[in-house]
């Protein structure tokens, strides 16, 4: 009967530690993601980098998120992506002009001081770094995998001194 039930806790224990998901820690808070065992990677989706730009933020530059939080926040499914003229290509997710987020897909197990290089992927926000990040350790030569969500056209780049002067964009 004991070795039964210290067979069942330990079984339990393994599938529990399974089941924990990486942590990371940024300057406002932290962030929880999704593990990946098939690829042994770690994922943090759509974390944001900047304020909504909708509202007063609407034709702003970026602004820096002014918040810190207790705990983890989740970080396990792609951010809604930017308007865009074209919304077919990137909408996957969902269009809102609370979009400006990072993904990042890295080793599972990789620590802060493990130095690691970047990639970053300026294009559809959602593309898939898993494959890119799991080749990179094969070939010895391990990366951490990143995509940026920004904004496009008009929504993101029609910053100019007419603007800023008319009290739309302050800095």
Known sequence: MSRAYNFVSLLLFACLALATEPVVKVLNGSYSGQHLPQFAQDLFLGMPYAQDTGGQNRFRIPQA?????????????????????EPDDDALYG?????????????AGTALNDRLPIMLWIGLP??????????SVEVGRPIIGASI????????NMYSIEIQVGGSISE
Do not use: F
């Not at 939080?69 to 308007?83: I, L, V």
């Not at 959602?126 to 080749?135: D, G, H, K, S």
């Open 149 to 156: 969500n920004y904004r496009k056209g008009g929504w993101g």
């Open 65 to 85: 998120l002014n918040e810190t939080w207790e705990g983890s926040r989740p970080a396990k499914q792609y951010s809604d992506a930017c308007p865009d003229h």
């Open 126 to 135: 959602t593309y898939n770094l898993t494959y890119i990040v799991q080749r």
């Open 95 to 107: 269009m809102s002009e609370n979009c400006l987020s990072l993904n990042v897909v890295r080793p």
